[in-house]
């Protein structure tokens, strides 16, 4: 397989459709269990060498974790005890994944009880335990998926190893079904008016994030974007790289077509690229310290410093 595959949103927007959703399920019994912290960073799922996992959750005297598995199709539960379930992914109506999903916590002595109406998905607000119209899974394109993120997590990570100020982890949000990485001043942001609770914690600071998303019918598939919140005047206009990338302004973001990526000779240089130039763009309009938030790391002043003998035993 292509590490960057071809992702066709037409192919897979069923299967999309319906994986948001059981992300959403597993996310926000995390979101019942993880303590708070700061953005709600405590939600958030990560990529793993086989999909995606919650990381550890707190419940009683130990923790449990749930992990995708988007090679064998699986949804495994563990539990710190030793304990182990596992679902298959397939495919089968939301309704029925939330009620196995449920109920199979519930035998581990994991009482967990969740809002079960979607997050930021506002066509269809059917809640989970009644949703009988979302059932699709083809597995071949949740793996592709995967693969995709699993480039975009290393490139990310590269990008968020050059700052040294307070940065989110590389992380995957259930609700927009993305990924993102966010890059903070040090300064308070204005609050916006009319914030809900969820977005008045996310954008209590100025940040400039990048990331990676499945894109829209209108996008015609996946892309990469970086915005900058509070928007800077003159950002939609800077100068960025590479050419294909473009400053979209009902999303206000900068976007960077995933095709366009996979199909260059360097993919993850043209990445990078894009990534820093559209955050220096951000940054320098916004009047960021870069200075102090992008001092040198420590292991770099290692790598130049003269090799010291090592003691004999």
Known sequence: MDAWPELPLEEWKDTLATLHRYTQVIGKVRLE????????????LYVTARGLTTSPIPSGQGSFEADFDFINHELLLSTSDGE????????????????????????????????????????????FSEDRHHASYDPEY?????????????????????????????????????????RFSGRPAPERPGADPVTREAYCEEVISAGFWPGTDQLGGPAFYCYATPEPPGFAKAAIHPRAAWYDPTFKEFLLKYDDVRAASNPRQLLLDFFQSTYEAGANLGGWNRERLERPLIRAHAATAPEQPVPAP
Not at 33 to 44: D, E, I, S
Not at 106 to 117: E, F, H, L, Y
Not at 152 to 177: I, M, N, Q, Y
Request: aromatic content about 12%; overall charge negative; glycine content about 4%.
């Open 33 to 44: 269990l993880a303590p708070m912290m700061n953005h709600w960073w405590q939600v958030a």
């Open 84 to 127: 182990q379930r596992v679902l298959a992914l397939e495919p089968r109506p939301v309704a029925e994944f939330y009620r196995d999903v449920m109920a199979t916590l519930r035998s581990m002595g994991i009482d967990v009880a969740i809002n079960d109406t979607p997050q930021e998905i506002p066509d269809d607000l059917t809640p």
């Open 142 to 182: 949740a793996h592709r998926w995967w693969l995709a993120l699993v480039q975009a997590d290393t490139v990310l990570k590269e990008f968020r190893g050059r700052f040294t100020g307070k940065c989110s982890p590389v992380h995957f949000f259930w609700g927009s079904f993305d990924m993102a990485v966010t």
